[in-house]
């Protein structure tokens, strides 16, 4: 049988843009030989068409005119690698109304503005593949969108962001402190100049509010998602932590709690070292997954870099090509009106174990102390380790770790503790995360 | 928008149709919700209409007549889960041929007539759902056959089989002989009554016949995988491996080798502790996959049991509802005439590493003999541990592990060495497996 020719624009040819068209080329038998389709490149929209790139495009195919593309009525797939969510939005909406099915890595569009482009996609009988927007390589879409589809999903939880991870990895690893693994992972790629999106949680965020969505079929906005990042992360709590046992990621959450709400949260985590997701080092990113029937189910793989992102974004333009990705976005309620709406579980309704560390003064009766504040809070502890160790003006470290508390109780205790004049400074807290285990039967 | 009804039949009201009757009546919300479908139990063909079952079918939906499925015009999919190669061939076929899609989770059946069904499937235009076929709830086929569609795939390793799986780790785990870890595993559910086909290494080729299929888009046989069970595996050889830092698990292993060859082979393996896939235990399953875009990305999830598999038919029915899967199948060459021919790696031709155990003669110039008859055979040896420890026969075990060498180096040195008189019984070979690591950039 004949292939059959499947012809793609692009716009931006930066380092995804690079990687398609790179598999386009390497790996153009191999797609052939598996889908009887020929992908082919027909047009790279780019405004900087001078500098040489890791994989070249002939120069014919490049363009610095959007027109070309949509004018071009050969064109079935339009491919948004620009990023950001201004221009970029204006692409795709652009590239929709002239016909063209979208391709997009651009997970903060789809976060901030996916309900109105999948509005318009549906307007224009067109579909968006957003397999790329989320943890890279691993198909992380279209398993929580097919594949588990026929599941109550009851929990989510994901190493979205690589550029944390390596930096946390770093730290617990070679034991230097924050400022200097943010150093080391810019200087080996792994993080930007400004790596604010990244360390603050809002790229695990944007990740979270799609992946959410699909899994809880609803609506989700940024605000509907707690965020905290790793940028105040101490070394000395990563060691500590290590010590009761658990290893500090910044977890993606997403649960479905007994009263029917959805709890959305970003925030680092401490998590038992003998859980899977512990293992989970350096660049690369794992989602977990709870469904009723399934039972918990991981997915592992690099989480971003060039080929890993372009091999999903090549995925959807050949789902497209097959007509499925078109007939699973037309049937599945994408868009917002369509999709029912959520209660959501605002953080000081949650209940979580935390870990404190406090820099107690090293005398008689701050035991008691700091430790009335807790009970008055109705905070019970589970684990405690006071080494003897004396730190600046005569305090030393003691750390905590609790029971299941609600958020609004040790909110509350926090405030305290930091009026106490037997404490030094403000107590370090950060939530301890019992991933669901799921037992054999 | 009104849900619009799909009337699914389902042939065989076993472990895996309760499981599926179970979803489609206690999920049923959640999938309309998600996927606007309303997927109803038309009709439950099985010959046992009178043993209560843990899930209860309406009375009125049960028959033992195929027909009254094959005849009801408003059925669009048909679920063969009957099991087995004789009677379950004739269902899917008269089921494709009444016009009615096909879910199945018959992993021999597709291993050993894949290829005439899926011509069958093709001829009467519609196609035929196999997610259920491979790992349970992990969506395996999916991942292979569109998620990583844009890859080479250089290996694919997977732990396909939950009750080899149990068996070892608690042999591992527990210190039991083999024996003793069968039983305990049939008393808990976890092995058959007749265990062959799981501990024989073939359940897990049939998953490896498919999966491999998929990721190298060929027609692949029986015959071209090579088979080797647990049965006879030794709780001692677990036990001297694990000093050493391997873990023994029965590895499915699809490669594609430098020269463009497949090699497809089931057999235990020792594999390093470090590996991911060591740490999957029970009656779990795994898949590590290799593509030279997407680098490695791993899949875990619960490989067998009622609700695992029953998630992977309601998975396929709803694809095949929302019109995505038909299109893929369609597109996607199952057929064998279009699927290009392959060429296999024999076995012989296999460079692996290995651990032998040898019961030697415990007296002066013993190294030496079965030292030569290796050093003869090119095997060069990586580790070594003999025990100060007597055996039968005034013998001690000596463990050996060697550096990569060809198979048939190693079956002439076995022969031969079984023939030294300086050595007692046959020796103990078993691969070791070095699944590739995918390191930082």
Redesign the interface.
């Known amino acids: 049988?004949k292939p059959r020719t499947v012809k793609i624009g692009m716009v931006g040819y930066g380092t995804v843009g690079t990687?398609v068209a790179r598999?386009l080329v390497?790996?153009a038998d191999?797609?052939t030989?598996?889908?009887?389709?020929k992908l082919e490149l027909a047009c790279v929209v780019d405004k900087d068409m001078e500098t040489p790139r890791e994989f070249q495009i002939p120069r014919v195919l490049l363009t610095d005119k959007l027109e070309t593309l949509l004018n071009n009525p050969d064109i079935e797939v339009g491919l948004e690698l620009v990023g950001g969510t201004t221009i970029a939005k204006d692409i795709q909406i652009q590239m929709l109304k002239a016909g063209k099915h979208v391709v997009t890595a651009n997970k903060a569009l789809l976060a901030e503005h996916g309900p109105h482009l999948y509005q318009a996609a549906l307007k224009a009988g067109r579909c968006i593949g957003f397999?790329a927007s989320c943890c890279?390589?691993?198909?992380i879409v279209?398993?929580l969108r097919?594949?588990?589809?026929?599941?109550?999903i009851s929990g989510l939880y994901g190493i979205f962001n690589g550029t944390c991870n390596y930096i946390l990895t770093n730290m617990a690893g070679s034991g230097i402190p924050f400022a200097e693994a943010l150093k080391e992972a810019q200087s080996?790629?792994f993080a930007e100049t400004d790596p604010t999106l990244d360390i603050s949680g809002t790229d695990t965020a944007h990740k979270l509010a799609i992946l959410g969505g699909l899994a809880y079929?609803c609506r989700i906005d940024m605000d509907d998602i707690y965020i905290e990042g790793i940028e105040n992360i101490d070394l000395a709590d990563i060691r500590s932590a290590l010590e009761m046992g658990y290893v500090l990621k910044l977890l993606a959450i997403g649960e479905k709690t007994a009263d029917g709400r959805i709890s959305l949260r970003v925030h680092p985590s401490f998590i038992s070292q003998h859980t899977?997701l512990a293992?989970v080092d350096?660049?690369f990113n794992a989602v977990s997954v709870f469904?009723?029937?399934?039972?918990?189910?991981?997915?592992?793989?690099?989480g971003a870099?060039m080929?890993?992102t372009?091999?999903?974004?090549?995925?959807d333009?050949?789902?497209i090509?097959?007509?499925?990705?078109p007939?699973?976005f037309e049937?599945?309620?994408m868009a917002t009106e369509?999709r029912?709406p959520a209660q959501f579980k605002p953080i000081e309704d949650i209940d979580s174990r935390f870990y404190l560390r406090i820099m107690a003064k090293d005398e008689a009766g701050v035991f008691a102390r700091y430790g009335q504040t807790l009970g008055k809070h109705r905070i019970s502890i589970r684990g405690a380790i006071q080494h003897e160790w004396t730190g600046p003006d005569n305090t030393v470290p003691v750390v905590i770790t609790t029971h299941p508390t609600p958020q609004k109780n040790m909110t509350a205790a926090l405030t305290e503790l930091e009026q106490l004049n037997v404490i030094h400074g403000k107590p370090v807290c950060i939530r301890i995360v019992d991933i669901p285990e799921?037992k054999?039967?």
């Open positions: 049988m990687g598999i390497e790996n191999e797609i030989a598996r889908t009887g389709l397999e890279g390589g691993i198909p279209s398993i097919s594949g588990l589809a026929a599941n109550r080996r790629g079929h899977p293992r350096g660049p469904g009723n029937a399934v039972g918990n189910t991981m997915y592992y793989g690099r870099g080929m890993a372009a091999s999903a974004v090549v995925a333009i050949i789902d090509a097959t007509g499925s990705n007939r699973l049937t599945m309620p369509t029912h799921d054999e039967q």
